[in-house]
């Protein structure tokens, strides 16, 4: 059996505890886990007891999280960490660039040379903020033709959010196994260690690393108590510990740079775990969809399904938005999105198809971003078509597209300015709407 099909058959059937922010449980080993305290004198079956903590201590109740980890070997005990090449990897503040109010649209990464995993594969697009400040954000593509073999990869600037576009993902964590698939989105908690497998030959996709407050569940308002992501779709994973001894390769970003220690013993010696600092995945096709059913078209804010609010109720540090099959029925509408400027700035990208607001050149793979007020919306085809179009009841069930919403303009990475995929004339698509007014 090749490493691909049993990978595969690892991930079919995964266990996993449902919930989003909820107190998980879970053990690998019947015992592992202690009754009654967190860190009793000795810990079950000989394991080391860890708090890894995601908040303050002192942070509201409602914001506080923590897991606590029985492990084999305690995380304390590792050689020092030096520092290595950071790859395509940049981090906030972003200054390699000045920032760009143009509409910036680019093509899918080219191929990876022979031999990228996931980490070596990440490329940094942009971003805003100060990883140092815990504020801010980062947009990175990945292109992987190989899974992480010996080494495993930590995040103490943000969690990371890894929006699959190509090709199932492993992704074996401290807490357990996970599986994410194209169409699933998928959070490793700031500081959680873990190694992505491909199921696939290649994967490609998209990363939000969220430096700030860690994604929550949008309030639901007048929707009321159900509706746009639900609590329950969201999954966990189950205890599952690696045994092994020898060399294995523990990368960490640490305020923007990578650092790396070999470790004589796998760090996802997890046996047995509680709490609510959990990875999880989520299946975006699982989306309550709200719309209209009678005029207008919503603002996509109804699309979100996390949200890390910023210090300013409403004003969030990063949005994460769907765009997921849907009815059309609004009457004398124009359907597609709109023509407008926006202060938050938009990173678009595409998982499966098309989207409702252009009619080429944006695709899978590929992304735009629409800093802080550049006029945008429909592209020329798109106006044309649904400005004639007969409004029937109408199915848009041929795409699946994201936006990373911030409130910060994002600066692109040089590699991201001076790309050969970076789209040179993407204003045309707007040329050709000429003047109709007919006073
Ligand atoms: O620009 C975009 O395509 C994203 C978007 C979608 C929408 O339905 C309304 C506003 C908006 O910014
Ligand atoms: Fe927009």
Redo the contacts with the bound molecule.
Sequence with gaps: MSGIEQARKTAEGLDHSAGFGNQHSSEAVAGALPHGRNSPQRAPLGLYAEQLSGSAFTEPRADNRRSWLYRIRPSAAHPAFTRTDNGGLRSAPFTETVPDPNRLRWNPLPDPAPGTDFLSGLWTLGGNGDATQRAGMAIHLYHANTSMTDRVFSDSDGELLIVPERGGLLLRTELGLLRAEPGHVALIPRGVRFRVELLEETARGYVCENYGRPFELPDLGPIGANGLANARDFLAPVAAYEDREGPVEVVNKFCGNLWTATYDHSPLDVVAWHGNHTPYVYDLHRFNVIGTISYD?P??SIFTVLTSPSDTPGLAGVDFVV?APRWLVGEDTFRP??F?R?VMS?Y?GLIDGA?D?KADGFVPGGGSL?NMMSA??PDRETFDRASAAELKPQKIDDGLAF?FETRWPVTATAQAASAGHLQRGYDDVWQGLTRAFRP
């Design positions: 078209h603002d996509p765009f999105p709109y407008h926006n938009e678009m989207y607001a629409h945008h919306g936006m």
